[in-house]
C-alpha cells in the first residue's frame, strides 16, 4: 500500500515570513534614513544597526548599498503614489485634495530627491536609475491626470496638466525649509497657503 504523501501545512513557511519582514525593516529603515541624511551620509552599518539587524544580513537581501537606496526609494515612491491617490480620490473636490495632500506632505519633511539623486546617480546602475525616475514620473502623471480632469470642468485654466503636477510638487519642498514650517502654527495651515497660492494662479477666468 502506498503512503500518503505528507500533509502540507498552510501559509508560508516560516523562515520566508521572516525573511520578508527582515526584508521590509531593512528597506523602511534605509528609506528613513537616506530621507534625512542624504546618500553619502548614510552606510549599511549604520542601516543594520538602526533595525537590529547585521551587515551580512543586508547583504543576504541586497547585493549592494546602490541596489539598496534604488529598491527603497522606488518603494518609497510607490507608496507616496498611493497616499496621493487616496487623499484625491477621497476629497470632495480638487482644493480639499490637494490641502490634505500638502498636509501629509509638509508633516513629513525630507531630503529633497534631487539633492539625494544627485549624490546617488554615479554609484547607480542605468536600470536603478531608471525604475526611480519611473516611480517619481508615475506621481506627477497621477495628479496630472486630476488637473487634466479639473482643467476640462472649467475649474482650471488651460495649461500643461504635467507642468502643473510638476509646479505643485516643487511647492511642496517648502517644507524641506527649517525656516519655513515653524513661521506657521502646522503644517494644514501652511498647506492651506500654498493650495490658494497654487490654485490663484492657475482658476479659470
Given amino acids: 500500500m502506498p503512503e500518503k504523501p505528507a500533509k502540507r501545512l498552510p501559509g508560508r513557511p516560516k523562515q520566508a515570513n521572516t525573511d520578508i519582514s527582515i ?19 548614510v552606510s549599511l552599518q549604520q542601516i543594520g544597526k538602526q533595525c537590529g539587524v547585521s551587515k551580512q544580513a543586508i547583504y543576504y ?10 529598491v527603497a526609494m522606488t518603494t518609497m515612491l510607490q507608496n507616496i503614489r ?6 484625491l ?5 480638487l482644493e480639499q485634495g490637494l490641502v490634505l495632500l500638502a498636509e501629509a ?7 529633497e530627491m534631487v539633492t539625494m539623486m544627485r549624490e546617488a546617480e554615479p554609484f547607480l546602475e542605468k536600470s536603478q536609475l531608471h525604475a526611480i525616475r519611473e516611480a517619481e514620473q508615475q506621481i506627477h502623471e497621477l495628479l496630472a491626470g486630476h488637473f487634466r480632469l479639473a482643467i476640462s470642468r472649467n475649474f482650471l485654466r488651460e495649461e500643461d496638466p504635467m507642468f502643473l503636477a510638476e509646479s505643485f510638487s516643487t511647492l511642496m519642498l517648502m517644507g524641506n525649509r ?6 506657521y502654527e502646522s503644517p ?14 492657475a482658476k479659470a477666468h
Fill in 23 to 41: 526584508y521590509q525593516t531593512i528597506i523602511s529603515t534605509a528609506s528613513a534614513l537616506f530621507k534625512e541624511h542624504g546618500y553619502e551620509a
Fill in 61 to 70: 537581501h541586497f547585493a549592494s548599498k546602490p541596489e539598496l537606496f534604488s
Fill in 82 to 87: 498611493t497616499v496621493t491617490s487616496r487623499l
Fill in 89 to 93: 480620490d477621497d476629497a470632495g473636490q
Fill in 105 to 111: 506632505r509638509l508633516a513629513n519633511p525630507h531630503a
Fill in 178 to 183: 527649517e525656516s519655513t514650517l515653524p513661521k
Fill in 188 to 201: 494644514l495651515v501652511l498647506g492651506q497657503k500654498l493650495v490658494a497660492l497654487f490654485l490663484q494662479g
